[in-house]
């Protein structure tokens, strides 16, 4: 199957939170900002789970740096992306990934904001399917914005080439916060996604990791 090239790219504080409990998710600092917003001019698309749109309504875009802005596909299973919602503003182009349970109303309500729905998958959406739909688009360099759902789903399905996490100088703690990836999790250690570690940079004052996915063949 070929498919784009994924980075899963983050900020997480110290101990794996990438929001605290009340949804505050500004963990970057302004050269960490900087950063995610040259990465996003370097690929073609950007993904977010609808979690994301719904905790944080970011526009994805590229304001910091100059450059073009990717596309924006958003994972939403119910067409529930807000209409008011910065992702379907008229900055850049927007693709919303639904599966067979969204209702009509919801995607034509989309649709009349713009974006482009495409369907697939019975309960959520299939990810596997809408990545290959990207590459067919012409998608072939894909950055991965969260939120933990969606990132448990993507590295679970072997679909994430490359993690790239800021690691704030904070703790926030919290049992209930979203930590770096969530879903149901692997019961051992052994089953878990292995990584070789790339690169150590400081970034600001963070600390910038990068990690190449082991086995995952190349896109
Ligand atoms: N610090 C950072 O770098 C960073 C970056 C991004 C997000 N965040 C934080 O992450 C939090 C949001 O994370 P989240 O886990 O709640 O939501 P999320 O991962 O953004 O979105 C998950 C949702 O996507 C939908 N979905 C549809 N198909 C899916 C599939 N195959 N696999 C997984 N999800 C699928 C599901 O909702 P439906 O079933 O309704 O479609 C699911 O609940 C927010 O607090 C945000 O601030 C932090």
Request: glycine fraction near 10%; hydrophobic fraction near 45%.
């Amino acid at each position: 199957m070929a498919r784009p090239y994924v980075i899963l790219n983050a900020a997480m504080t110290l101990d794996g939170k990438i929001a605290t409990v009340a949804g505050d998710s500004r963990i970057s600092c302004e050269e960490d900002l900087d950063r995610i917003h040259e990465l996003r001019a370097s690929v073609d698309a950007v993904m977010v789970g609808v979690g994301t749109v719904l905790a944080d309504d970011p526009s994805l875009t590229v304001r910091r740096v100059c450059g073009k802005n990717p596309i924006r596909v958003v994972v939403d299973s119910l067409a529930k992306t807000p209409s008011d919602a910065k992702v379907l503003d008229s900055s850049a182009r927007t693709i919303v990934a639904v599966s067979k349970r969204a209702a009509e109303e919801d995607i034509e309500r989309l649709r009349r904001k713009g974006a482009l729905v495409m369907i697939g998958g019975e309960e959520e959406v299939n990810l596997p399917k809408l990545l290959e739909e990207l590459h067919a688009m012409g998608v072939r360099k894909l950055l991965l914005e969260g939120g933990s759902t969606l990132n448990w789903s993507m590295l679970r399905e072997g679909l994430v080439d490359e993690v790239r996490v800021a690691i704030a100088p904070r703790i926030v703690g919290g049992e209930a916060a979203r930590t770096l990836v969530g879903g149901a999790g692997f019961r051992s250690v052994s089953e878990g996604i292995e990584l070789e570690l790339v690169s150590v940079d400081r970034v600001g004052t963070d600390l910038l990791l990068t990690y190449r996915v082991k086995g995952c063949g190349d896109a």
